[in-house]
Structures are given as C-alpha cells and as structure tokens.
C-alpha cells in the first residue's frame, strides 16, 4: 500500500516501492541452476462461483508432494514472478494468484472486502492438489500482508503459518493513517483500477504532482480528487463515507476471539521506516494482547531500518540515509529457513535468537530481545519550555529534564489553511526526505521548535515515544503532526518517528467530540512509530510540533465540518497556546536502551 507516514517529502519516497522491489530483487538475485515447472492459468473455484486465476510454479519432474506457497496479490502476479522461481527452485510449490477483479482472475475489484473468504477458499484448494503435501503458506507485503491476516481470521485447518511483511490494516494505515486522509489513495486506486496493470500511470509524477497542486491551491474539497484526476471511484466515496475505524472496517480484521483462536506460527515483518508499519505492529501488539501464551511464543516480529519496499528486498541507502552492511538481510533466505522449520520439520531460522529482532541504526547490529516491552528498559522524560515563542529552529524552545514552574509559560502559533507558502514550498518527491530540514524551515509560523541540550553520550533510543501537550485553541477543529529528530553536532539532522493527531479525536479515533474553544486539554500522542537509533555525543533532540499544511494530506479547514467536504470557504484560522507551566506539563517520554 505504501506511503502514508513521514511526511510531507516522505511519500513519494514509499509510493513507487511497489513498482522498485521486485526489480531490485531481479537484480540482487542468483538463483540457482534448478529447473522449474510451470502450469499456466491454474482455475481455481471460489464458493461462491467466482474462478481466480493462478500460475503455478513447482520444481522440474516433482517426484514427491510438497508444501505450497502462494501470494494473494491485487498487482498482477506476473510482478512476483522471481520469487516463485526463487521458491520453486528451494523445494516449494509456488502460486501466484491475482485477487478477484484484477488480472486473468474473474470477479470484481473491491479492495479488502473478498480477500478473507477468498485466501480460505485457496488454501483449501492448494492443500487438495496431487502435487500437494496439505501444508499452505502465504508470502507477501503490503496489500499481500493484509490478505494473510484476513485469511488467517477464517481459519482454513490447512493453512500451516504466515509472514505478512509491512501489513496494511484497514482503519488503522489504509486508507487513512490516524483518521486523516492522503491524496496518495486516488493515485493507489488508479494503480489497481481496471484488470491490467497500469504502474506507468502509477508512476507519472508529473500527472500526480499536478492534480495534487491543483486541489492545494484552489482549496478544494477532498471528496472531489477522484473527479479532478479523472476516475471517478465509487471506492473512494466509500471509503470517505466511513470516516472513522467503525463496524465496517472491524469487519475486515481479526477481533479479539479470532487473536484467541490462532494456533499457528508466525513471522511478522516490518521495518522503521515502513509506510504501514502502524499496521503490521497493530497485528503484532493484538495479538500480544489477546492471543495464547502457546501461541505468542511462536509469533517472531523482525523490525528493519527498512522503508516500505525494504520488509521485502532491502536497501541501504533510504532516504538520505546510508545503513550498515548488517541492515542487507537476505529476507528470502529467511523465508525459506521459516517455511522449512513451520513446514519440513527443519531448525528455527538461527536469526530468530528471541521473539523480537530489531536493528539499531547508526550501530549497523541487530538486537534481540523477549518482547517489545522488555527492549527498552528506561525513559527519559524531557519537559517542553521556552523563553518567547518557539516559532523557528533558530529560536526555538527547550527540551529539559525539569517541568516549568512559571505560571502562564506558553508558546503561541496559528494555522492558516490558506496560506499555501508551506506546499509551495514542499518537494513532492524528495530523495533525501529523512535528512531534509525543509519541513523544520518552512513552519510560516504554523507550529512550534523545541530541542534539548547535546547529549553528554551516545545513547540507544528503542521504542515508541509519547507525548503529552497542553493546548488551548479557537477552533472547534484542526490536524496536529509532531516530528522528532537527531540533530547531530554538524548541523545535520535524521527524521526518527512521527505521530499525527485529529484534534476532533482526541479523546477516541471512533469518537468526533468538537474542541471547547479557548479550554487547555490535554492531547496525548500515542502513536508514533516504532523506531531505533544509537545517537551520537553531542546530538541533539529536536521535537517539531505543528498543524500540517501539505500538498499531499487531506486539508482540515478547521471548520468542525465534514472534513472531507471543506473548502477554502469553510477555512478558520486557529490560533493555538501550547501550555508547559507547573500546572499543564507537557512532555516528551523517550525509551532508552541501558548500555
């Protein structure tokens, strides 16, 4: 699915990983000399008569019934063609099967809504085939992380493990990340629209760039894009229409009695910069939550530096970023060391030393640890402070270890959804999004800096962050992002994890209940991304809170609206106080690793 958090420059980073990882798998691989067979346009009957296509691959002259892997895709199977020789030539029967409604498969389209009934019906008929064994897996990312999750909550009996890589969750990541929108959904459904593959169209920056200038500048409704770039979608309406994680898109996951029921094992698979890394991490911690001590212990999570792409076929250089040669995890191998141990009877995969492994970035070392709770054994809590408004990095408040004990100690900013100085500004594919300083550079005065002293040592920072702020505004409504980051001692910086709120859903993201104007509440953010980073002696901390204003983000007109049916019409000003006195503490929790 892709590209949805580190924004704003980030997107574009994520959004053609679809398109870039299985050429960089064709490029990295060598597969072996192994013969492969293939059986072309593999019917397979749905229960409710619905014929899916699938293209079968299985080692040459197979004298013997094995395991079968299968990927449930909505990109065309032919994009996945390398791993299924990669399996096929490793001992596994490999399916490649395009969902109902895309490709030489017969139905109709609806993204999430067929995959659960749909996986069942093909991990049941895999498990029947002459040249199978009865044990089924699935292999995939993003949307083909999703459908094994969806596939394991109907619980086919055949069905003997699964590796969802960078698992989107609907309600959770797709199609809106914290109840906010993405322009990146019109571009996302045009790439599956249709039964063909259309990765050109996906691809076209120009196009998309455009359409998305052309909705910032004339300030108009989010709900009229899929008209404005030319596909009407019927889809997209209907994903505006649910506008919160309701009834309809609990459906499409696991509840908490499925969590219960799961028995078999798991590998997830994710990575710190991972786009649905807020869903891949939803399942895990679910599951954590409400699973059987049997079964949480063969639930293994792998947490990369990786972005989107990278939970599939790693990359060192991400963004700005240049990991270490250990970040190079050959996931294939990792796959095939999980299905023969799941499946053959073979060893654990030695790299799964405890449930949790995870990479330190700027160490280049994987860690291991018990479960994500146990990683990080200390907090370090930083108060928010300043001496006048902390409005720009070059006058920016402080990050510091005592709350202020000065009455009334507040900084001020306003968000004018107007004002289109920040997209202007904005690159709509930046290659060096991790490491831009423009979004700290081009506020316009729409939010607030902090950052704390240098570091007296290096310190490991493991963990989800949280964050605490007093604010006071006079809106009913408006969208928050706050961004922290590494400024090393040289001046350069590193995005770590990002957390974007709705001011309306404060309290609940089911339940809107309006800002009472001028009252100092408490907004607690929750829901940054996992991250892991050694930063260095002498570093600084820096903590960007703002009201997003991007060419890319659905725009709240801070109206208390309908925000998908604002316009420049509707846009209020809000003037915001961000309050750090003795009376409202807002502060930063940070999660260290003890050395």
């Known amino acids: 699915m892709a590209g ?22 064709a490029q990295e691989a060598t597969p072996s000399l192994s013969e492969v067979d293939m059986q072309w346009a593999v019917k397979v009957p749905m229960r409710d008569g619905v014929v899916l296509n699938a293209t079968v691959f299985r080692p040459h002259a197979q004298k013997e019934t094995l395991p079968v892997v ?32 895309r490709g030489n498969s017969g139905g109709s389209f609806a993204p999430f ?16 085939q002459p040249w199978s064994n009865g044990k089924v897996a699935m292999w995939g990312g993003s949307y083909a992380g999703f459908d094994q999750w969806a596939t394991l909550k109907e619980f086919p009996p055949h069905l003997a493990t699964i590796v969802p890589a960078a698992a989107a969750h609907a309600g959770v990541d797709f199609p809106y990340d914290s109840n906010i929108g993405s322009l990146y959904l019109m571009q996302w459904l045009s790439f599956t629209g249709g039964v063909t593959g259309n990765g050109k169209l996906f691809g076209e920056d120009s196009f998309w760039e455009s359409k998305w200038r052309e909705v910032y500048r004339q300030h108009l409704p989010f709900k009229t894009l899929d008209v404005l770039v030319g596909y009407p979608s019927a889809m997209f309406q209907k994903w505006l229409s649910h506008p919160t994680p309701d009834a309809y898109f609990d459906s499409l996951a696991p509840t908490a009695d499925d969590y219960k029921k799961i028995r078999i094992p798991i590998l997830t698979i994710t990575g710190s910069y991972d786009g649905d890394q807020p869903g891949a991490m939803t399942y895990y911690r679910r599951h954590m939550d409400f699973g059987t001590s049997e079964a949480k212990a063969r639930h293994y999570l792998v947490i990369g530096p990786w972005d989107h792409a990278g939970t599939r076929t790693p990359n060192r250089d991400v963004g700005g970023l240049k990991f270490g040669e250990a970040s190079m995890l050959d996931l294939n191998k990792l796959h095939l060391d999980w299905y023969d141990w799941t ?14 492994l995870y990479y330190v970035m700027a160490e280049d070392k994987w860690k291991s640890a018990d479960s994500l709770q146990s990683v990080a054994g ?6 928010l402070d300043s001496s006048q408004d902390a409005t720009d990095a070059f006058h920016a408040g402080s990050l510091v270890p005592s709350p202020s004990r000065s009455a009334g100690s507040a900084d ?4 004018d959804p107007l004002d289109t100085r920040p997209g202007d500004a904005e690159l709509f594919s930046d290659p060096a999004y991790l490491t831009s300083q423009l979004a700290a550079l081009t506020l316009f005065g729409r939010g607030v800096i902090y950052h704390s002293a240098p570091l007296e040592h290096e310190i490991e920072l493991s963990g989800y962050a949280k964050l605490g702020v007093w604010l006071s505004m006079d809106v009913p409504d408006t969208d928050l992002l706050a961004s922290l980051y590494e400024v090393r001692a040289n001046g350069s910086s590193v995005l770590l994890t990002q957390a974007q709120l709705r001011a309306r859903y404060r309290h609940s993201v089911r339940k809107p209940e309006p800002v009472p104007l001028n009252k100092p509440e408490l907004y607690e953010f ?6 892991s980073r050694r930063l260095e002696k002498g570093s600084r901390i820096r903590l960007v809170f703002e009201c997003p204003n991007s060419i890319q983000l659905e725009k709240n007109y801070n ?21 750090h006195d003795s009376d409202h503490p807002s502060t930063l929790e940070l999660p260290v690793v003890k050395p």
């Open 559 to 579: 109206s208390g609206g309908e925000v998908a049916g604002e316009s420049g019409k509707d846009a209020r000003t809000a003037h915001i106080t961000l309050l």
């Open 343 to 356: 499946m053959k009877g073979g060893p654990r995969p030695a790299f799964l030393e405890k449930r949790v």
């Open 70 to 101: 299968f990927t449930l895709t909505p990109y065309i199977g032919d994009s996945y063609l390398d791993r299924a020789m990669y399996f096929a030539r490793h001992g596994y029967v490999y399916a490649l099967v395009d969902v109902r409604g």
């Open 412 to 415: 001020h900013f306003a968000y």
């Open 378 to 383: 200390e907090t370090l809590k930083l108060s």
């Open 113 to 128: 809504e067929s995959d659960a009934r749909d996986g069942h019906d093909l991990v049941e008929w895999f498990a029947k």
């Open 4 to 25: 949805k958090r580190f924004r704003p420059a980030a997107k574009m980073g994520v959004a053609l990983s679809l398109l870039a990882s299985a050429a960089a798998f």
């Open 526 to 531: 929750a829901n940054f991304t996992w991250f």
